[in-house]
């Protein structure tokens, strides 16, 4: 056996792109979930740099599975055998690497190469090499960004938004940018957009939101300024706007129904640390994530945590009411595509009518416990309208006592009752936004 022919998985480089072809193989080829391959795949890594560079070509690929697949339907002198999906899940993760991720093309086509040598295929290097330099000399085809998504999806999405659809498909096929949210009880946003520029870190602060900053470059989550002692969050301005929306008054008794991972709990309890916060959510386990993120952030102890069905108000509602309710429901998350893109890969139109009327039934289980007067905000990473302003419309003809308070242009478009956001508008995902106040009695 050649020299070149006996590549450890310890070489420098090779560990990360196996990895990601691993969950790449898993997702396209044997249906799995993202979430339930790249977590294990990267606590394997023990680099944080290896870590993020495995999620960011994973990443990369889902968003455009299609392209890179035709690039090598296209360029490969016959096409593989079934049996090997993980070959070609690692040329894709060689694909990924030169656009969009644009790492240096020498130490990404050695690393891939090493990679195959690595996995067992030494006898592929050379068609590795092939594929990857014709990739950097040519250039990837563009290919049309909308190819993976189920054709019922395309559909709902085409009817929804006819005058934006081109730019939303566009916009959920680009790499995300990375939003910080300061914590306004631990420094000034101004403080720490200094502490940034001293690390060379290049950040924009938001017109809008009082604590949002949008990095030029995405991060590791580790060189942040001040992250493990909860000086500042990871989340997208879309998300941080639903503190914003729901807006409840100082000392007033919150519920935040579906709580987990947390960004939202501790986002309230910074704007206010008078609040009176309840964080619901269904998943003991992803409740645990709250628990973690409040303890980062200061909070620990100052929310009541708890594990039930939200809609099953009896299992878990002490009979005193919320003066704000907070419901960001269970959605198909088609407005988060760029960031999740394998809901596109995995979701089914039956998850969409299931998910719809989980919303109702949510939507007419918490609006018992808001009080008189009080305010409901909901909210979806959804765009499509039936989770949306269809569902609203729906509650409110249901619900007499309840009146739709507007919202201004922060928040998005006019769309019902409500606002809409469209992934990539302001940088930020696509998002919902519905403000429902009870009547006084």
């Known amino acids: 056996m050649a020299a070149r022919d006996t590549v450890s998985k310890n070489a420098p480089g090779v560990a990360p792109r196996l990895a990601a072809a691993r969950v790449l193989d898993a997702v396209l080829h044997r249906h799995r979930s993202l979430r339930a391959e790249l977590g294990p795949a990267l606590s394997t890594l023990a680099d944080p740099r290896d870590r993020a560079l495995t999620e960011a070509i994973v990443l990369a690929v889902l968003r455009a599975p299609s392209r890179y697949g035709a690039a090598l339907d296209a360029w490969m002198p016959k096409p593989l055998p079934r ?51 014709r990739a ?14 189920p054709d019922w999806l395309r559909t709902r999405i085409e009817a929804d938004w006819p005058h934006d659809v081109d730019a939303l498909f566009d916009a959920s096929a680009q790499m995300p940018p990375m939003w910080l949210r300061v914590n306004r009880q631990r420094m000034a946003r101004d403080d720490y957009l200094a502490q940034l520029a001293v690390l060379d870190i290049e950040a924009l602060a938001d017109e809008v939101l009082p604590n949002a900053l949008r990095l030029a470059h995405a ?5 942040l300024p001040g992250f493990d002692a909860g000086v500042v969050t990871v989340q997208d301005a879309s998300a941080q706007a639903v503190a914003d929306a729901l807006a409840p008054p100082p000392g007033a008794r919150v519920l935040d129904a579906c709580a987990a991972p947390g960004g939202k709990t501790t986002h309230l309890l910074e704007r206010d640390a008078s609040l009176s916060v309840t964080a619901l959510d269904v998943d003991e386990k992803r409740l645990a994530q709250v628990d973690k993120a409040m303890q980062r952030l200061g909070f620990d102890g100052r929310a009541r945590l708890i594990s039930a069905d939200a809609s099953d108000v009896s299992a878990w509602w002490d009979g005193a009411p919320f003066d704000a309710v907070l419901l960001d429901a269970p959605c198909s998350a088609t407005g988060i595509v760029r960031r999740q893109p394998d809901v596109v890969l995995h979701r089914r139109e039956s998850d969409l009518d299931a998910l719809v009327a989980l919303q109702a039934r949510l939507l007419d289980a918490l609006w018992t416990t808001v009080a008189p007067g009080g305010t409901m905000l909901y909210a979806t990473c959804s765009i499509l309208r039936d989770e949306n302003e269809r569902q609203v419309e729906a509650f409110l003809k249901r619900a007499p006592d309840a009146i739709a308070e507007p919202l201004d242009a ?3 478009r006019e769309s019902g009752a409500g606002r809409q956001v469209l992934p990539g508008e302001r940088g930020r995902d696509g998002f919902f936004y519905a403000r429902l106040a009870k009547r006084a009695a």
Request: glycine fraction near 8%; avoid cysteine.
């Open 83 to 133: 049996r090997d999906s993980a070959v070609r899940a690692l040329l894709m993760v060689g694909l990924a690497q030169l656009d969009p991720l644009a790492l240096p093309a020498h130490a990404a086509v050695a690393a891939t190469v090493d990679a195959m040598r690595a996995s067992g295929q030494a006898h592929r290097a050379g068609l590795t090499n092939a594929l990857l330099r």
């Open 219 to 223: 991060v590791p989550v580790a060189t």
């Open 410 to 412: 922060r928040f998005g």
């Open 136 to 149: 950097q000399r040519d250039g990837i085809p563009t290919g049309d960004p909308r190819a993976h998504w």
